[in-house]
C-alpha cells in the first residue's frame, strides 16, 4: 500500500477525461468538478492482489489545465516516469493526462507543474524563461508548455532546434503566435540561439529615443541545473527491481482494470475475457469511448508484461514488442537505421518519416506500436508501410503461437485474417529491405504536424535485379476508405513494367479505378483525394528513379533512365521543422524618462510566472466545496422543429439527478423573443439549449443528459448556406449601406472586374472552454458568480433579469479568462443565468467540454462578397462596389453590428472615391454566430484586397499606390528585390512556387457609439502604502492589468511591486463594457490615470511638506489628516457616432495602420504551403506603447490567428443534417508551432488581417503556376486557402485525371 502512495509523490496529475475514458467514477473516485486534477484515488487498500479505490487523496493541484479531452492540445500535459525493465533506465515521457488512466499509472511518478517549481519556494529555469520571454498571454496553455519542455530537459539538457521543435508538436496555443515560446526554449538550445539583442540604434532613431530589439534579458536567466532535478522515488525503484507479479486488479461500479503481472497471466485472462480489449496507450480507446460511446466493463492491462516491450534484431530483419511506445519504435528505428547500410533500412526511413509527423510527442510517448496496428484506423500512417513492407504479426494465445501476414485482408478486418478472440499480438517483424528495393512515405494533413493525413501512403518496389524492371510493386493508402487500402489489382498489372512514363500514365489510370472514392465519403474531399493517390505516386516514380540514377545503379542492359529535368525535383523535397528566426524592433523610451517610470518598457505579464508555475487560478481552479452540484446542457438535435415534447423521468430517476431545468423554471425573463435562453416550443439549430440537468457528478449529470427524450416535428424551411437565405429572403436585420460620389457615372467610363469572393468562418477555440460557477448565498437572494468572459457586467444584468431579481444582489467575478476572442462576450451570460436559475447551495457549475463548447457557441462569421471594381490602364481604381452576406446563424446576437463594421471598415487603407459597399446578415439554422477578433473586418477587408489583387493582376501593382502610408513604404523597399528573387526560384522550379504579397492595414479602434467608450476605475492607497488598482477591463490575456499597473505607477511615481490588482468585479467597477474592439487598454488607462492624478493631488500639500519623505511617511501623514485614499477614476470617453438612415457619421475615435509582406512556398502536389520558406515582416504603427513585449505579443498572436483564419482552419464541418462534426483539435485545426513563419520580423500593434498577407502570398504563388501550365480561366482562391484549394487550383495533369471522373460533393459549405 506505501508503495502504492509514492505514486503521487510529485502530484498524479488524474483528470476526469480518465472517467470518462474508462468510468473511473465506477472506480470509487471522489467526484469532483473539471479540471480539480488532484483528489486521487491512492489511498484505497490493498487487499488480496485487488486494490480498492475508495478513498480520496487530500491533494489539490489545478496547475494541469483541461481544454480538449482528446489528447489534441496539450494543455494537460505531465511527465511520467518509468523504470524501463528492458534498459533498467528511468524512462521519463510527456503524456497528455486527459487520456492517462489511473490505473496504467502503477510504478510511475507522475510530475505536475507543480513539482516542477513555484513562485513560493523556487522555479524552474523552464518557467522563469517561458514568462519572462514573454510566452505567457492568457496562460492557459503554460502548463503544458512548460511541461513538455520540462520533460525534453529532463532528457536532453542542451537539446537541439528539431528535439525543441518535437517536443513543443503536441501543445497548441492560441493567443501568442509560438514564437516567444520556441525563443524561451531556444535559451537551452545547443546553438547561437537568441542573439544578444541590445538596443541598436536604428538610422532613424532621434537622439533620444532608440530602436531596441531587446524583450528581454537573456543574461538575467538562472541557468539549468541537472543535478537539481528530482529524483525517481526510490521506493519505486524497489518496487520496479522487484516486481510484482501478482494479478492487481482494480474494481468499479461498472468497470474492471485487471492487470496481469505474467504473460502466462495475461493469455490466460484473455481466455476468460475474449472480448477485453489490451489497454495500452488509450489513445484509441480513450477518444472512441469519449466520442463513439464505446464502453468495455473489462480492461486488461498488459503494461507490466515485459515480453511485450522486448526489440530482437537479425540478419534478415528486426521484431519490436507490441507494447514498445511509438516514441520508442522511432529510437529503436533511428539506431538501425544508423548501423545498417542504407538499402536495408528502407522500410525503416520510410516508418521514421512518418513517425516524425505523426500526432504530438505526447500522443507518440503513449501509444503503442501493437495499440496502432490493431487500431486499424483508417488514417493510420504506419500501417500503409508497414503493410507494403512485408510486416508480420506475431501472435500468441494459451495455445501457442503464430505469424500472420499484416497485408491488405488484415487491414480490412477479414475475420480468416485477423487475431482469434483469446490471441494477442506479442510482437512485430519488420524485414530488411533489400538491394534493388525502394520503400518510401507519403502524408498531406491541414498542418504539418498534429493532425490526422487527409491522405497518407506507403509504397515499395522491388526491380529485377541491375534492370527498372518491376518484379514486385505494393502501394497501400489511407485516408481513402474505411480502412488502410492496398492498390492490389494496380500493382499486378504494373509487375514487369519498366520504371518510366508510360508506366507513370498507366499506373495513375490503374490506380484511380482501383483506390475509388464514393462521392459521399464521409469527410468530403474527394477530388483531392484522389488527386493525392496520383501526386504521391508520382512523387515515389521521381524518387526511385532519382535513386536509380545513383552511381552504382547501372542497368544491366546498358539503357539510360529518363531524365528528370532539375526543375522537377523540387517535388521531391519536404518541408523541414525549424525553429523560427525574426527580430522584433521597437521604439525604446525616451532616454530621459525616469528609470522607475514602467510605461514603454517591455514588462513581462504581471502574471506570467504564475502561469508558468501552474498556480494561476482560472475559474474552474476554485476549490470544489462539499455537495456541490454540476449542471449539464441537453441541446436540439435538430435544425428546425417544433418541440412536440420532452420526457424527463428517466433522466430524473438517475442516481445523483436533483433537478432538470426547462424554460418552465425561469422566474424572470428567458432571454429576448426571438433568442432564448432555454428553448420553447420550438429549436432553431442542431445545438440550440433545451433543458439543463443538474446532478451531484458532473458524470451524473452527462448520463441524463443522454436519458432526456424530445420528440421534434421537422419543420420548414431548413437553410444552412448563404446562398439559400438569399434564396429564402432569410436575414436577420436590414441591409446597411454607405455610398459616397456617383458610383454608376465612374462605371461608365472604366474597365471592369466582377466577381464573387467568399471566406469561411472561423472557430474561436480559446483554450479555456466556457465555464461559470455560482455561488448563492443565504441572504437577501444575493449571488457570487465566477465566470470566464469578457463582459461582466452583461452576465450580471442577464441573471437579474432572467432570476427577477435586482442587478445590486448579484456580483460577478473575472480572475483571469483563458482566452476570449469576442467568444466570451455574449455566451457566458447564458450559462450564468441557466446555472443561476435553481438558487443551489452551495453552489451549482457548468463547464463546457471542447465538443459542447464547439456545437453552441458558433463563430466568426462566413462572408460571401461580390465585388464590381472599375479601374482605368494605370492601374487606379475609380469605382468599387461591393455588396457582402454573412452567415449570421439563427439568431441576431451580435450579427447587426458585425455587419455595420464589416460596411464601416471595409475601404481598409484605400481611398476610393466613388464606392457603394452593402451588408446584410443571413439567418439561417445554424448556431449563431457572434463576435470575434476583428468584427467583421478580416472577412470584409478580404473582398476588397481580392479586389486590388485583381486589379493589380492586370495592370500591375501599381493599383496599389493607394494605400499611401508610411508603414506601408518601409514594407516596399525590400519588396522589389524580393519578388525578383521569387520571380527566379519560381523558373527554376516546376513544383514548387513562391508567392510573395504585402497587404496595408487600416483598423479602427473601438466602438461606434460614444456611451461605450466610458470607462471607471477605483484606486485604493492602503495604509502601509500598498496599492490596490481596481478597472472595467477583463485580463483575457492580452495583458490588461500589466498595462493598468504601469499607467498607475507612472501616475503614482510608485513602483509596480507595491501595486496589485486581484479581479474585476461588478461590486468595485460597475456598469463596464465589454472588454473588446482593442480599446480597453486605451479607456480603462485613462480611467486609471484620472484616479491617480486625483488621489496624487490630494496627496500633493504633503508631499509639498515633506519632499525628503518616503510613500509610505506620506500615506501614514495622509491618513492621520484624515485625506481620502480611495478614488474613483473616470473616462467618459470618445465621440462616436453612426446614423445609418442618413449614411453619415464619424464612427470611430482613430484608427491604426500597418501592413505585412509575406514570402511562401507552396508544394504544388500537395497543396502543402509555407510551412517552411516563409518569411513575414509586419509593420505597425502602435504610437506610444505602453507595453512593447506585450503589444508585440499581441500582433504576433493575431496574425498568426488571422493566418489560421485564412490557410489552415477549414470551415467547420456539418452534416447535412446541420450537425456539426468539427468538434475538437483533431476535426479543427488551428495553427501549431510548425505553422510560424520560418523568419518572423515585427515592428510595434497588430490585427487579424495581416495574417491575409500569406493568403495573397499563396494567391500568388498558385497564379504563377498556372500560368506556367497555360491555364487561361481566371480563378479566385477561396479562404481559408486549404491545401486542398491550393492543390487543386494547381491544376495539372493528375487534377485533370481526377476531375474526368467527378462526384458530387459531401456536403454543403457553409
Ligand atoms: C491526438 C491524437 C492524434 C493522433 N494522430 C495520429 C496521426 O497523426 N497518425 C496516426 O496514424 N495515428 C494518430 N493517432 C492514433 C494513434 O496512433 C493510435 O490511437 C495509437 O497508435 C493506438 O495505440 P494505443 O496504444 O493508444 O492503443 P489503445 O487505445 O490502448 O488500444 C487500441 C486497440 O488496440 C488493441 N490492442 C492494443 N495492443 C494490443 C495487443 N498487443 N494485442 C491485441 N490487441 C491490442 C486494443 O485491444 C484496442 O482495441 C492519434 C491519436 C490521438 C489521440
Ligand atoms: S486536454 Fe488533454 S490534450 Fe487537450
Ligand atoms: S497563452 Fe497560449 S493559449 Fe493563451
Redesign the pocket.
Known sequence: MSSVTQLIRYGVAFTDTWRQATDSSDLHLTPQRKPSWLETPWGGHYHGGNLFLDRPFPVRLTGTKYACG???CGACTVMVSKHDPVSRKIRHFSV?AC?VPICSLYGAAVTTVEGVGSIKTRLHPVQERIAKSHGTQCGFCTPGMVMSMYTLLRNHPQPSEEQLMEALG?NLCRCTGYRPILESGRTFCNCDAVSSRTGLTHPSSSAFTKICTELFAKDEFQPLDPTQELIFPPELLRMAENPEKRTLTFHGERVTWISPGTLKDLLELKVKHPDA????????????KKSQGHFHPVLLS?ARISE?SMVSTTSEGLTIG??C??AQVKDILAGRVSELPEEKTQTYRALLK?LK????QQ?RN??????????R?C?????PVLAVGNTALNLMSKEGTRQIPLDRDFLAGLASAD?KPE????SVYIPHSQRWEFVSAFRQ?QCQQ????DV?AGMRVLFQEGTDTIEDLSLAY?GVGDATISAQKSCQQLLGRHWNEPMLDEACRLLLDEVSLPGGAPGGSVEFKRTLVVSFFFKFYLEVLQELKKPGKLLSDGRHFPEISDRFLSALEDFPATVPQGVQRYQSVDSHQALQDPVGRPIMHLSGLKHATGEAIFCDDIPTVDKELFMALVTSTRAHAKIISVDLSKALELPGVVDVITAEDIPGTNGAEDDRLLAVDKVLCVGQIVCAVVAETEAQAKRAVEETKIAYEDLEPVIFTIEDAIKHSSFLCPEKKLEQGNVEKAFEEVDQIVEEVHVGGQEHFYMETQRVLVIPKTEDKELDIYVSTQDPAHVQKTVSSTLDIPINRITCHVKRVGGGFGGKVGRPAVLGAIAAVGNWLPHSSCLLDREDDMLITGGRHPLFGKYKVGFMNSGRIRALDIECFINGGCTLDDSELVTEFLILKMENAYKIHNLRFRGRACMTNLPSNTAFRGFGFPQGTLVTESCITAVAAKCGPSARKDAGTNVWTSLKSSFHSRRMQVAEFNKKNYWRKRGLAVVPMKFSVGFAATSFHQAAALVHIYTDGSVLVTHGGNELGQGIHTKMLQVASRELKVPTSHMHICETSTATVPNTIATAASIGSDVNGRAVQNACQILLKRLEPIIKKNPEGTWEDWIEAAFEQRISLSATGYFRGYEAFMDWEKGEGDPFPYYVYGAASSEVEVDCLTGAHKVKKIRTDIVMDACCSLNPAIDIGQIEGSFTQGMGLYTTEEELKYSPEGVLYSRG??DYKIPTITDVPEEFNGLGESGMFLGSSVFFAIADAVATARRERDIAEDFTVRSPATPERVRMACADRFTEMVRDSRLPPWAPPF
Open positions: 482528446r489528447g489534441g497528455t487520456l503536441g480489449p489490451l489497454i495500452l496507450g488509450n489513445t484509441s480507446l480513450g477518444p472512441a498488459p511485450l507490441a507494447g511506445s511509438l512518418h509527423r505523426l500526432a504530438g500522443i503513449m501509444a503503442s506500436l501493437g495499440g496502432h496496428i490493431m487500431s484506423h488514417y493510420s500512417d504506419l500501417n487475431l490471441e494477442i499480438l506479442e494533413a498534429n493532425a490526422l493525413a497518407t489511407g483539435p483533431d
